[in-house]
């Protein structure tokens, strides 16, 4: 990310804060949660994450009824896509850890090359052209397969990460944002987070995804240093460093 994506939105337009509430409407049997976030702009937009959370982006001059009435009118669009979004609750996939599957890697898909090597030799796991080449003693035995890949990935996610969040903090320097402790940790639901003990925790598997959704991710924890929560004041700085944040989130949870 370019140090032009964190500017700050041109100073004679009013940037109405972000609704940190949640609102519902009907439909049917069901109730239909959304939470609403306004910009600068004509049309409204509804999106639906593989978390089955519900995004408005609405114009600034847009009234709740009438949101609400766009949510309905949309409501069975939104209901098919929560469902196929059920689908999907795995976070690693049903990947096999076998020769020819696709894995990513900063947004580039690859395929696995597992290769037996004897037992003198040392395993390793190298990117190759379009291919991870993964050398083992086990070929058979996708279970430590799975364990190389994962090691490699953790070493590579530990050299970007580091890399781009000096280079978010660089950015966000003007905002007095402190620098907090970075680590690693493998978690299921959530890409990153805050802790009260002054650090960031990223997931390693954040390191599949494009660079544009990494610098996301750790914008919108460096933004919890200043405020824990996700009120008014958090978006209104998040909108402030990184206008396209939602842009990049719906990229995130959408990469497949």
Not at 11 to 34: D, H, L, M, P
Not at 85 to 98: L, M, T
Not at 186 to 198: A, F, H, L
Request: glycine share 2%; charged share 30%.
């Amino acid at each position: 990310m370019s140090s032009s994506a964190l500017q700050k939105p041109s100073s004679n337009k009013k940037n109405r804060a972000v609704q940190a509430n949640r609102y519902t409407v009907a439909y049917g049997t069901r109730e239909i949660s959304f939470t609403i976030t306004y910009s600068d702009r004509k049309t409204l937009e509804i999106a639906v994450f593989p978390d089955q959370t519900v995004w408005v982006t609405a114009p600034e001059d847009a009234s709740l009824d009438e949101i609400k009435q766009r949510v309905v009118k949309r409501a069975k669009w939104v209901v098919k896509q929560k469902r196929y979004f059920e689908r999907f609750d795995s976070p690693n996939g049903d990947f096999e850890y076998i020769s020819g599957e696709t894995h990513r890697y900063l947004g580039r898909q690859y395929r696995l090359k597992v290769i037996q090597i004897d037992s003198d030799d040392r395993e390793s796991v190298k990117l190759k052209g379009p291919f991870f080449r993964i050398h083992t003693h086990r070929k058979q035995n996708n279970r430590h397969t799975k364990e190389l890949l994962d090691q490699w990935y953790r070493g590579h996610a530990t050299k970007k990460f580091n890399e781009r969040f000096d280079l978010c903090l660089k950015n966000l320097r003007k905002y007095n944002i402190s620098r907090p402790k970075l680590k690693l940790r493998s978690m299921e639901k959530r890409w990153g987070s805050y802790t009260p003990s002054d650090k960031v925790f990223l997931n390693p598997s954040l390191v599949k995804h494009p660079t544009y959704c990494i610098d996301y991710v750790i914008i919108h924890e460096l933004c919890h240093t200043k405020y824990p929560h996700h009120d008014k004041k958090f978006y209104q700085l998040l909108n402030t460093v990184l206008p396209d944040w939602q842009k990049r989130k719906h990229k995130l949870e959408r990469f497949n």
